[in-house]
């Protein structure tokens, strides 16, 4: 299905019951991932990247989280009217997610090798019984564990967050998923093993064509991984294109925030980078006017009073400002 979509998004706005009344923490969001494809959805902490992660997997709180409007449809098929026991099939499945914390994914009382052993029992069909072994061996060298043979018989405590990391992805992979959901999957862990897994993802990805939704709040990671990129800010997609286009000229104030305050691997560190003044309002106080006014370098009375839509700016370009390209 060389050419079709994946995954597409089509405008979901995602809603919380809460105690100070319900609030809308996705706003009109919408992509779509190719086979083979990475996506990187970027945004600081706050903006909806998870929720719109979880919407996908159907994995909001119930009942208080819920998909209020839109669709998605993974390979063709309405995932938000699929039955509980097709999703379960598909989660770990044909869509596997990996998480910042790998300690929440892993059972603290089964071995790294029987939770991968567990996702081939549950996904892998095709595997005979007796070459689960060797089968999850080969995952762990896949994700390049050191001592993979005496690493299989660890416990998550008995291995460090690199490792645990490893473990992770090797039970995502290990389903031959069509679609990996890496929700900041390299977040915690230093620099070096960061480089690694990003560089794995991409191996694996280019030998079995899966395509990547890659949620991150570092625009160097989006730099390194991904073809099209989602900025999202409070709720809402501010701008999207190809990872290309989006460097070489960001529109919105916002991405060119982001890029900004990107560390440079190359430059002397500097004590302090540039960062976005001020801070992510709360879904309880969005303004219905720009979102971003209040801390944008370039914002008017008009920006103020008046609600920008995401409109095309360049072909496959899209841009929520006023000022686009004016600034
Ligand atoms: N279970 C929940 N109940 C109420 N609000 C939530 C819940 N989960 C997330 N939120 C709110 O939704 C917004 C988006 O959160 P999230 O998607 O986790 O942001 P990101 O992943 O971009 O850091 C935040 O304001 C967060 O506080
Ligand atoms: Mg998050």
């Known amino acids: 299905m060389d050419g079709k979509e994946l995954l597409k998004v089509e405008g979901i706005s995602v809603s ?4 100070l009344g319900p609030i809308e923490v996705v706003d009109d ?26 919407s996908i997997m159907r994995l909001l709180p119930h009942p208080h989280g819920r998909v209020t409007r839109g669709r998605i449809s993974f ?28 300690m929440t994914a892993l059972n603290p009382v089964h071995t790294a090798g029987a939770q991968i052993a567990e996702v081939l029992d549950l996904h892998r069909a095709d595997i005979a019984k007796k070459a689960r072994e060797p089968e999850v061996l080969e995952m762990l060298k896949a994700v390049e564990m ?27 992979l290990a389903g031959h998923p069509r679609l990996l959901i890496a929700d900041e999957p390299t977040t915690a862990l ?6 690694q897994i990003l560089a794995l993802i991409r191996d694996l ?6 395509g990547v939704l890659y949620i991150t709040h570092d625009m160097g990671v989006v730099a390194e991984i991904s073809d099209d990129v989602v900025v999202m800010y409070a709720g809402q997609i501010v701008e999207t294109g190809a990872v290309l286009d989006v460097f070489k000229n960001p529109i919105h104030p916002y991405t060119k925030g982001l890029i900004r305050s990107m ?19 709360s879904p309880h106080n969005y303004p219905a006017t720009c979102r971003f ?27 929520r400002c006023f000022k686009a390209g004016r600034v």
């Not at 390979?75 to 998480?99: A, N, Q, T």
């Not at 018989?153 to 291995?159: A, C, E, T």
């Open 263 to 281: 560390p440079l691997l190359d430059s002397v560190p500097k004590t302090e980078l540039p960062t976005i003044h001020g801070q992510v309002p």
């Open 75 to 102: 390979e063709g098929e309405s995932v938000l009217d699929l039955p509980v026991e097709e999703m379960y099939r598909l989660r770990g499945g044909k869509i596997s997610m990996i998480f910042q914390e790998p």
């Open 205 to 210: 990805q280019k030998k079995n064509g899966m």
């Open 16 to 19: 919380f019951d809460t105690d």
């Open 146 to 172: 050191p001592s993979p043979e005496s690493r299989m018989g660890n416990y998550p405590f008995q291995l460090s967050g690199g490792m645990r990391q490893r473990v992770m992805i090797a039970m995502a």
């Open 29 to 54: 969001v919408s992509f779509e991932i190719k086979p083979g494809r990475t996506l990187a959805l970027v945004g600081e902490s706050g903006c909806g990247k998870s929720v719109t992660a979880s």
């Open 190 to 195: 230093d620099v070096t093993v960061q480089a």
């Open 293 to 319: 006014a209040n801390r944008c370098p370039h914002a008017d009375e008009s920006c103020r009073a008046n609600t920008p839509a995401l409109e095309d700016f360049s072909p496959g370009r899209k841009v």
